[in-house]
């Protein structure tokens, strides 16, 4: 029993060590890109992630480091990666260290729901100047303070 | 579900589907020739956005026929289909002359699209509802800025005069957009969609005569019965361009 739970940690683990490609460093499962995963007899897992938005090109890439990683624990003899239809991802699945990471390391704040964004520089707070920006899933804000041009990370 | 109500799920979900992939295939070949860079940015991720959506539909209509969504089966379905398999309408095949075109028919397209996803968000098809809430949720961006930008067009004669002579130009296009698959009744019947295509007619009309102050009327103009059985002929250059690079090597590993 002891050892199925430790395979589960260690599986879960493997998953978290897979960072987004659009920011290294940052895991996946901080950007709560990782809904579930099971690990069956025989040592085959299975994961269900969702994606950030519906055309993200990094799908592919990010499943096959997923594998990768998962196939690396000891017991594990196969790895699968399915992309969920539900539930739809969103900024609140953030954990609160992919926030700071973000702010800190990328200069990117973060749209929770309607509310502003607040600058990663200063802590004031920002308006629109574009609703997309250098990828999908990125807007462009200004920050009212300091002036600083901000990337924002949105659903 | 039974064989003929697969069937007519199937031709529904294409309809749709082609549409989108079209759609989206048109927003990518106005990247990096758009007036200015924002809206380089804004056509490229509205592009990805609607060809993601394709993608789910696709999805769906795999796993209706049985077959593994892999990228393989999805590009086939995408693109390798006879013209007359496609259910697209001339309006997202048509190629635009100006940008002007373009944003108008960004806007149009977008204010229907929304439209269509509120129609299958109580879906009896259940994964269909849950793709209806992702694509939904992206919409708002692509309707925003449609608006944002004609909101400030609109305020200057001279832009305001282009984005009427596009209209002007589109119009004869839309009834082709609001046609319905030709297994829409079936579709109705069955709860996969709640709503018909011949709906969004005076919705469509209601919401030109808000944005740009001009009357329109779709009834009136002619149209071939059962339009979505076949293709405009803006419809082969434009899937010529699309399949170029995938002919120059078709055993490519992408």
């Given at each position: 029993m002891?050892?199925?739970?430790?395979?589960?940690s260690?599986?879960?683990a493997?998953?978290a060590?897979?960072?987004?490609?659009?920011?290294?460093?940052?895991s996946?499962?901080?950007?709560?890109?990782?809904?579930?995963?099971?690990?069956?007899?025989?040592?085959?897992?299975?994961?269900?992630?969702?994606?950030?938005?519906?055309?993200?090109?990094?799908?592919?890439?990010?499943?096959?480091?997923v594998?990768?990683?998962?196939?690396?624990?000891?017991?594990?003899?196969?790895?699968?990666?399915?992309?969920l239809?539900?539930?739809?991802?969103?900024?609140?699945?953030?954990?609160?260290?992919?926030?700071?990471?973000?702010?800190?390391?990328?200069?990117?704040?973060?749209?929770?729901?309607?509310?502003?964004?607040?600058?990663?520089?200063?802590?004031?707070?920002?308006?629109?100047?574009?609703?997309?920006?250098?990828?999908r899933?990125?807007?462009?804000?200004?920050?009212?303070?300091?002036?600083?041009?901000?990337?924002?990370?949105?659903? | 579900?039974?064989?003929?109500?697969?069937?007519?799920?199937?031709?529904?979900?294409l309809?749709?589907?082609?549409?989108?992939?079209?759609?989206?295939?048109?927003?990518?070949?106005?990247?990096?020739i758009?007036?200015?860079?924002?809206?380089?940015?804004?056509?490229?991720?509205?592009?990805?956005?609607?060809?993601?959506?394709?993608?789910?539909?696709?999805?769906?209509?795999l796993?209706l026929?049985?077959?593994?969504?892999?990228?393989?089966?999805?590009?086939?379905?995408?693109?390798?289909?006879?013209d007359?398999?496609?259910r697209?309408?001339?309006?997202?095949?048509?190629?635009?002359?100006?940008?002007?075109?373009?944003?108008?028919?960004h806007?149009?397209?977008?204010?229907?699209?929304?439209?269509?996803?509120?129609?299958?968000?109580?879906?009896?098809?259940?994964?269909?509802?849950?793709?209806?809430?992702?694509?939904?949720?992206?919409?708002?961006?692509?309707?925003?800025?449609?608006?944002?930008?004609?909101?400030?067009?609109?305020?200057?004669?001279?832009?305001?005069?282009?984005?009427?002579?596009?209209?002007?130009?589109?119009?004869?296009?839309?009834?082709?957009?609001?046609?319905?698959?030709?297994?829409?009744?079936?579709?109705?019947?069955?709860g996969?969609v709640g709503?018909?295509?011949?709906?969004?007619?005076?919705?469509?009309?209601?919401?030109?005569?808000?944005?740009?102050?001009?009357?329109?009327?779709?009834?009136?103009?002619?149209?071939?019965?059962?339009?979505?059985?076949?293709?405009s002929?803006?419809?082969?250059?434009?899937?010529?361009?699309?399949?170029?690079?995938?002919?120059?090597?078709?055993?490519a590993?992408?």
């Amino acid at each position: 029993m002891m050892v199925q739970i430790d395979m589960r940690s260690e599986v879960r683990a493997a998953i978290a060590s897979v960072d987004d490609p659009e920011y290294p460093g940052l895991s996946i499962v901080d950007l709560g890109l990782l809904e579930s995963f099971e690990v069956e007899p025989e040592g085959v897992v299975q994961v269900g992630l969702i994606p950030t938005f519906s055309g993200c090109p990094a799908l592919a890439m990010i499943a096959q480091d997923v594998v990768d990683a998962v196939e690396e624990v000891e017991g594990v003899s196969s790895a699968s990666v399915s992309w969920l239809r539900s539930p739809t991802w969103s900024a609140e699945r953030l954990t609160q260290h992919a926030q700071e990471t973000l702010a800190d390391e990328f200069t990117v704040a973060v749209q929770i729901g309607q509310k502003a964004p607040v600058c990663p520089l200063c802590g004031s707070a920002t308006t629109e100047l574009s609703m997309f920006g250098p990828s999908r899933c990125r807007s462009v804000s200004r920050c009212k303070n300091c002036s600083e041009t901000v990337e924002v990370l949105r659903a | 579900m039974t064989d003929s109500t697969t069937h007519s799920t199937i031709d529904f979900l294409l309809t749709f589907a082609d549409d989108e992939h079209l759609m989206g295939q048109q927003h990518t070949e106005w990247i990096g020739i758009t007036p200015f860079l924002e809206e380089d940015l804004a056509f490229s991720s509205i592009g990805q956005d609607e060809l993601g959506h394709a993608v789910m539909l696709y999805e769906l209509v795999l796993e209706l026929q049985g077959i593994e969504a892999t990228d393989t089966a999805i590009d086939e379905l995408a693109y390798r289909r006879t013209d007359e398999e496609y259910r697209s309408s001339a309006f997202v095949e048509y190629s635009t002359e100006d940008w002007a075109q373009a944003l108008v028919r960004h806007w149009i397209y977008d204010t229907v699209e929304e439209q269509r996803w509120n129609m299958v968000a109580e879906s009896s098809l259940q994964p269909l509802r849950e793709v209806s809430v992702r694509a939904g949720r992206e919409e708002v961006y692509h309707r925003r800025h449609a608006n944002a930008l004609l909101d400030s067009l609109l305020t200057s004669d001279a832009a305001r005069q282009k984005l009427l002579d596009a209209l002007e130009v589109l119009t004869p296009l839309v009834p082709s957009l609001l046609a319905p698959a030709p297994s829409e009744q079936a579709a109705l019947n069955d709860g996969v969609v709640g709503g018909s295509s011949a709906a969004l007619d005076s919705l469509l009309v209601e919401a030109i005569q808000d944005r740009f102050g001009v009357e329109v009327s779709f009834a009136t103009i002619d149209q071939p019965p059962q339009a979505r059985l076949t293709r405009s002929e803006h419809f082969a250059p434009l899937i010529g361009r699309m399949r170029e690079v995938l002919d120059y090597d078709p055993e490519a590993s992408w």
